[in-house]
């Protein structure tokens, strides 16, 4: 009888965000000294939740990114959770980086030491945590010439040795690729110039909300279940539960305009769906979620254990699809997110849970494969 062959090794990437220390940018615009932290310290003045607790920072305490020493306790604990890669979210934005200094740390002093790939996060810079998404801080140029130079520079970071790379080919995200002007030709003027350079690129994108197909008609290899497909089905539930509220309820409710999900519920959503997005595509596993933070009254809030978080990482690794061929294929779980505290989803050392996200997650990803 013969045996079945075994299914390529399990790896998850997950989304790290660099926004951990001031900038004259965001200074400008949201006062002086402003961090992703200043979301997380709002939401616990004042607006906590009815549903639960807002997580606090645990023994990284309320870092800055541009403490090395920092980084490298990151590179520690991500080693610990058996997470494979992180995606570094990358703003770049009319032709210059947003948010350089962490950047260009990372690559100068190898901190934190662990695989990691580039996430582009294409979208305008607004006002949208202030009530006014239509006033735009800086906005996206999708000209050939700016995208030109953007894939020169992003290169020069495929060179570390560190960058991730499945099936020698190395991973670059981008969280709205249909967004991008042509964008067919402009990632097909991506993979030529890399492959001029030797690195034969593998793009990831968002799966759009809307007019969803095979990924390779937008220039992707693969799409990446994201957040907003899911959160618009949330969302015509949050309607849906307010008409039916009880006056008391009403009341109850009156100071906030959120709404506040069960984990399971949500994570459900994410398992559920998957199906309705064509292959190959990444299943995505949100930590946890609370935005009250920064979409003061009109956030939503969901609260998840360790245990909780450890089952909905096993429902998305049975889901994950083999990307490269042969001997050098994985299977790709994305986690959302390492450290998006000011979104409540973060595996990091929390009061709340200590290591226990991390811990859930080295459960499922030290798993052998069968």
């Known amino acids: 009888m013969l045996e079945s062959p075994a299914r390529p090794p399990l790896?998850?990437?997950?989304?790290?965000?660099p926004q951990f220390y001031p900038i004259d940018l965001n200074s400008r615009w949201w006062g002086e000294g402003f961090t992703e932290w200043t979301s997380v310290l709002r939401a616990h003045r004042g607006w906590r939740s009815p549903a639960g607790s807002v997580l606090s920072p645990g023994e990284l305490g309320f870092y800055d990114l541009r403490d090395r020493e920092v980084r490298a306790r990151q590179a520690a604990l991500v080693r610990a959770s058996g997470i494979t890669a992180l995606c570094i979210y990358h703003y770049y934005s009319a032709g210059h980086r947003l948010l350089p200094v962490?950047?260009?740390?990372?690559?100068?002093?190898?901190e934190p030491d662990v695989p990691f790939f580039h996430g582009w996060a294409n979208h305008?810079?607004?006002l949208a945590w202030k009530g006014r998404a239509d006033e735009v801080i800086s906005a996206q140029q999708y000209d050939e010439h700016?995208?030109?130079a953007h894939i020169e520079?992003?290169?020069?970071?495929?060179?570390?040795?560190?960058?991730?790379?499945?099936?020698?080919?190395?991973l670059l995200f981008v969280y709205n690729p249909t967004h991008v002007t042509d964008h067919r030709r402009v990632f097909d003027r991506w993979r030529e110039v890399g492959s001029r350079r030797g690195h034969n690129l593998m793009l990831l994108g968002n799966a759009p909300v809307h007019g969803v197909g095979d990924p390779t008609a937008a220039g992707m290899d693969a799409w990446v279940q994201g957040t907003?497909?899911?959160f618009g089905a949330m969302n015509r539930r949050r309607r849906a539960l307010r008409a039916l509220r009880s006056p008391t309820q009403a009341a109850r409710f009156a100071r906030y305009r959120d709404i506040y999900w069960s984990y399971d519920e949500l994570t459900g959503t994410f398992r559920d769906t998957h199906a309705d997005f064509p292959?190959?595509?990444v299943p995505l596993v949100v930590s946890s979620w609370n935005n009250i933070g920064r979409r003061v009254r009109r956030g939503s809030a969901t609260n998840a254990t360790p245990a909780a978080f450890e089952q909905a990482l096993r429902d998305a690794a049975a889901q994950a699809p083999a990307l490269g061929s042969g001997a050098a294929a994985r299977r790709l779980v994305a986690i959302n997110a390492w450290n998006e505290w000011g979104e409540g989803m973060t595996l990091e050392p929390s009061l709340e849970h200590g290591t226990g996200m991390i811990d859930a997650a080295a459960a499922v990803l030290r798993e052998p494969t069968t």
């Open 279 to 281: 292959a190959p595509t």
């Open 11 to 17: 790896e998850a990437f997950a989304y790290y965000l």
């Open 146 to 148: 700016t995208s030109d």
């Open 153 to 170: 520079l992003l290169l020069e970071s495929v060179d570390d040795p560190r960058y991730y790379r499945v099936d020698g080919r190395p």
């Open 102 to 110: 962490v950047e260009d740390a990372i690559l100068a002093d190898g």
């Open 124 to 126: 305008d810079w607004t």
């Open 228 to 230: 907003s497909y899911v």
